[in-house]
């Protein structure tokens, strides 16, 4: 097929879809409102400059209609409700599918009643939605969407390459201290400060552990201060932002995974964390409720609740028979509902009935 990319192509997630879709033979166009690091697809970055972001993808119009006349697509994929969406829908692709990521119909569909018009209007233009979970479902049919064109799947990781290469009482026999990953952003959404806390209160119960962070954004400096005043600066290791490989080894060189999450989607690094047979100590909410169950997969704690971190914390540090059972059980729910080959596998079959079919009737 032939399939024509809105994305935004600095996003790994952009990377992931191209990468797969390339790799099975297909001819894949990118087109981005910001350049992108080189990749396997061809990349044209569209859009004016202006300070309004919204009217940059607005401003891209005329390129997008432009491309779908050169380049010819038996399908349209635009990433992201509010941008590329909207940019597919404002340029008339037709048939094209809305890939949705979790924030653009969880939190900015919401944001006033412009949002909520823009993305009725963008979702009832789409011809597929594509969403990783079932509250996004549920959010996309409040917002109008039609039900018979929601597709929900979970994007899904590279589960081979973060199968674990040992059993985690293996891996925890070797290390005294609780091994503790982070790897979401450092910004507000993701509360690392209670995480910061949660460690202190960790400390406190005198459970030995080490903790990485390997996320990057706006709060570093205030939660790197935080860490000095809770006492646990010196068992944390500030990566940043890792590579592929890099992060891969640091799944594999830890024992426990936090995500504290205000609000979420299927998160690929939760997948990613099970895949490679850590134990999940995350948020009750509902995106991870659909992966992790409570001592079955996983340890879910309240949102904004450091001693209920802690105390997860502590029970993955102190019977390490739970924590295996939860350990393996965790990377079978992976394996079995979140490899990513099989989710591409799905993505061809819908990209070709909707290439194959007449597109659907938008409705008004």
Same mark, same amino acid.
């Given at each position: 097929m032939r399939i024509? !990319? !809105? #994305?935004h192509a600095p996003s790994t997630h952009t990377a992931l879809w191209a990468r797969a879709l390339a790799a099975r033979g297909h001819a894949i166009r990118l087109l981005s409102a910001e350049p992108g690091a080189p990749g396997p697809v061809s990349t044209r970055v569209v859009g004016t400059s202006v300070p309004l972001q919204a009217l940059r993808y607005a401003s891209a119009r005329g390129a997008v209609r432009e491309e779908i006349q050169r380049f010819k697509p038996d399908v349209t994929v635009a990433h992201f409700l509010p941008n590329y969406g909207f940019l597919a829908a404002l340029a008339g692709a037709r048939p094209w599918m809305l890939v949705c990521w979790g924030s653009d119909l969880l939190v900015n569909a919401w944001k006033t009643p412009l949002h909520r018009a823009r993305a009725r209007w963008t979702l009832r233009k789409a011809d597929?939605?594509?969403v990783d979970a079932a509250n996004l479902a549920r959010a996309a049919e409040e917002l109008g969407a039609p039900r018979d064109r929601i597709w929900t799947r979970a994007w899904g990781v590279d589960v081979p390459s973060l199968a674990p290469s040992e059993t985690w009482s293996a891996r925890r026999e070797r290390s005294p201290a609780l091994r503790i990953l982070w790897t979401r952003q450092l910004e507000d959404l993701y509360d690392p400060e209670t995480f910061?806390?949660? &460690?202190?209160? &960790?400390?406190r119960r005198? %459970?030995?552990?080490?903790?990485?962070i390997a996320g990057s954004g706006p709060l570093r400096m205030g939660l790197e201060r935080l860490a000095k005043r809770e006492k646990v600066a010196d068992r944390i290791a500030w990566t940043g932002w890792v590579d592929r490989p890099r992060i891969t080894a640091l799944y594999r060189s830890h024992h426990a995974y %936090? @995500? !504290?999450s205000r609000s979420d989607s299927t998160s690929q690094s939760l997948l990613e964390a099970m895949a490679a047979g850590l134990v999940p100590v995350v948020t009750d909410i509902d995106g991870n409720l659909e992966? %992790?169950?409570?001592?079955r997969e996983g340890l879910l704690v309240p949102t904004g609740d450091e001693e209920a971190v802690a105390a997860a914390l #502590?029970? %993955? #540090?102190?019977? +390490? +028979?739970s924590a295996e059972a939860m350990s393996e059980r965790s990377a079978t729910v992976a394996r079995e509902r979140g490899n990513l080959a099989d989710t591409v596998d799905l993505?061809?079959?819908? !990209? @070709?009935?909707l290439a194959g079919a007449p597109a659907a009737r938008a409705v008004s």
């Open positions: 024509l !990319l !809105l #994305a597929r939605i594509h910061i806390r949660a &460690l202190g209160a &960790l400390g005198g %459970v030995p552990f080490e903790a990485t %936090v @995500s !504290l992966w %992790v169950r409570h001592r #502590a029970e %993955v #540090a102190k019977d +390490a +028979a993505i061809e079959r819908q !990209l @070709s009935e």
